[in-house]
Each structure stands twice: as structure tokens, then as C-alpha cells.
């Protein structure tokens, strides 16, 4: 069963401006970890940010920060400044039973 | 250095050929994995293994079989090709999966 829900298959965003990639996930475990991955057109796959589930404090990583909500298990991504090299397809991802599982990704377009 | 590398980038081969997938790390990870990213983009894990054992073997045609001759390759071979098979496939690593993996660059196969 799929645990990794992004209910955005897509986004736009004007350059400069901030946009919020949503994600919700299950587990029922009290430690956990949550990860965003970044996928650009080359394809790589780039960790953007990793928070765990026992810090009360939002994971921030330069213009990309996460609003961590532990009780209703909501995982979101906020990139400000929004720039053309953000423009890539990004996975909510979560570590489950020795493997991590992705949810089906956001394509996030930047508009000049 | 490149972390985590595969070779083939890209391999277009005709239904039925056998071909494969190479991957290895010079991180010093013990775990090695092999995702498939279809056309989707959906990432989904196939196998993992932790030191040259294999730990998951999730639901694939017993037409893809890895090997890891030592805990910094793992390779990926493919019987009989089919139509479907045709996807991105990633290599990655970690040492322990609450910290991420590092993927390598994908090996995008199509299949004729």
C-alpha cells in the first residue's frame, strides 16, 4: 500500500516567487525519517532535504525549508526565491522496512 | 570521484536480447539497491542487498536477476527483454537507509 501520498502531479510557479509542494504519509512508528528528493532533466536524484520526526524543529536547507506537521503526518516543501534550476520533479520519500519508499512525485515548472 | 556510477546511461536493445546493468560505490555502504522508474516516474525498489546478501526481493519477473560479486557492486541482469521492461533504472547505496540514499545517474533501456 502506497504510505508516500503527493496530491500534486503538478505545479507552476513564477520565478522568484515561493511555492509549497505538499505530502502526507502513514506510519505508526514514533521515530521516523521523511526526506524531499529533487529529480531535474538529467535525471539525477538529489537529496534536497532530510527531517527527522523527532526534532520539533522545521528541517531548512537555504531556500528550501519543510512545515513538518507530526500529527496530521503532513511533510510539506516551501522553496522561496523560486529560481529556473528548480524546475524538476520532486519525491516525497520515507525509510520503511530497510528500503525507502517515494511518493509519485510533483512536477514543479518555473515560469520566467 | 563519482560516488555511485552505472553503465550503461543509455541501452536500446531489441525484444529478447539479454543485457546488463552495471553499478557500483565507492562510498563504503554496506546496502546497494535497484529501483525502476517507469514512464510515470514512479520509482519503485526491486532489490536490495546488504554485503553481498540479498534482503529484498520485492515482485519481479525472475527474468531480472542481480549480483554483487562484493559489497561495492551490484549489477543487474535482464533475460529475455521485453517491451514493458522498457524504464530508467537506478542504482543506489546507503549505509543506513534513515540517512538517504545516493543514487547513481540511471541507465535508461528501451526496448524495440
Known amino acids: 500500500a502506497q504510505t508516500v501520498t503527493q496530491s500534486q502531479p503538478e505545479m507552476s510557479v513564477q520565478e522568484a516567487e515561493t511555492v509549497t509542494l505538499s505530502c502526507t504519509y502513514d506510519?505508526?512508528?514514533?521515530?521516523?525519517?521523511l526526506f524531499w528528493y529533487k529529480q531535474p532533466p538529467s535525471r539525477q536524484m538529489i537529496l534536497v532535504i532530510r527531517q527527522e520526526a523527532y526534532k520539533q524543529q522545521n528541517a531548512t536547507e537555504n531556500r528550501f525549508s519543510v512545515n513538518f506537521q507530526k500529527a496530521a503526518k503532513s511533510f510539506s516543501l516551501k522553496i522561496s526565491d523560486s529560481q529556473l534550476g528548480d524546475a524538476a520533479m520532486y519525491f516525497c520519500a520515507q525509510p520503511r522496512d530497510d528500503k525507502i519508499i517515494f511518493g509519485k512525485g510533483t512536477r514543479l515548472h518555473i515560469l520566467p | 570521484d563519482t560516488a555511485v556510477s552505472q553503465t550503461p546511461k543509455y541501452l536500446v536493445t531489441q525484444m529478447g536480447n539479454d543485457k546488463s546493468i552495471k553499478c557500483e560505490q565507492n562510498l563504503g555502504h554496506d546496502t546497494m539497491y535497484w529501483y525502476k522508474q517507469d514512464s510515470k516516474k514512479f520509482l519503485k525498489i526491486m532489490f536490495s542487498y546488504n554485503n553481498k546478501e540479498l534482503i529484498i526481493n520485492e515482485t519481479v519477473p525472475n527474468r531480472f536477476s542481480p549480483k554483487s560479486p562484493d559489497k561495492a557492486h551490484l549489477n543487474l541482469h535482464i533475460n529475455s527483454l521485453e517491451l514493458g521492461d522498457s524504464a530508467v533504472y537506478f542504482c543506489a547505496s546507503s549505509q543506513v537507509v534513515r540517512d538517504g540514499y545516493t543514487f547513481g545517474s540511471g541507465t535508461r533501456l528501451t526496448v524495440v
Open positions: 506510519t505508526s512508528e514514533s521515530d521516523y525519517y
